[in-house]
């Protein structure tokens, strides 16, 4: 599948997953989000590799959608599918061990899924409304960083929501 039509393969699976979706304003679409997720990858960090970006495109649709890894892999490929499940929490589990068992499958998965989570977590806390919102990505950023700590391909990436931490919480007052 050439760079061309992986993207707009992704893109359109995307678009129908998240149909009728809203963010947490209730306004903007959901599908803003994951593009932005893939755009800020191949803008900010100088991403290329187009199963990641195809992969940043559809990295909620298991979790959110009615899409499963079958699906993503006869539309997009395996390896889009493998980045899009290890990107996907394990909904079986009770809550109070879901995230630890995330931060797991993400730890052992490939760099890439930690590098669509880093921009997953920037993404989500340059748009997080309110104080309470901004702490929560805040963790979700430190718990990020923590996976992505040594792997120097994903150093810029790092960097960059370290900053967006920072300002963060100087804006919000808070101490770290």
């Given amino acids: 599948?050439?760079?061309?039509?992986?993207?707009?393969?992704?893109?359109?699976?995307?678009?129908?997953?998240?149909?009728?979706?809203?963010?947490?304003?209730?306004?903007?679409?959901?599908?803003?989000?994951?593009?932005?997720v893939a755009l800020w990858l191949a803008a900010a960090?100088?991403?290329?590799?187009?199963?990641?970006?195809?992969?940043?495109?559809?990295?909620?649709?298991?979790?959110?959608?009615?899409v499963d890894f079958d699906e993503i892999e006869e539309r997009v490929g395996v390896e889009v599918a493998t980045l899009v499940a290890t990107l996907t929490k394990d909904k079986r589990l009770v809550?109070?061990?879901?995230?630890?068992?995330?931060?797991?499958?993400?730890?052992?998965?490939?760099?890439?899924?930690?590098?669509?989570?880093?921009?997953?977590v920037y993404d989500n806390?340059?748009?997080a409304e309110g104080v309470s919102a901004r702490r929560l990505f805040i963790e979700k950023?430190?718990?990020?960083?923590?996976?992505?700590?040594?792997?120097?391909?994903l150093a810029t990436a790092a960097t960059l929501l370290r900053d967006l931490v920072e300002r963060v919480t100087a804006e919000d007052g808070q101490r770290r």
Avoid: N
């Fill in 1 to 36: 599948m050439s760079r061309r039509s992986l993207w707009f393969e992704a893109a359109a699976l995307a678009a129908r997953a998240h149909a009728g979706q809203r963010r947490r304003d209730g306004q903007t679409p959901y599908a803003a989000h994951p593009t932005r």
């Fill in 45 to 66: 960090c100088g991403e290329r590799d187009e199963a990641i970006l195809a992969a940043a495109l559809l990295h909620d649709v298991i979790e959110d959608r009615d």
């Fill in 141 to 153: 950023a430190d718990r990020a960083l923590t996976l992505a700590a040594g792997d120097e391909r």
């Fill in 95 to 120: 809550e109070s061990e879901r995230e630890a068992a995330y931060d797991a499958q993400l730890a052992a998965g490939p760099s890439a899924a930690r590098l669509i989570k880093l921009a997953d």
């Fill in 125 to 127: 806390l340059l748009d």
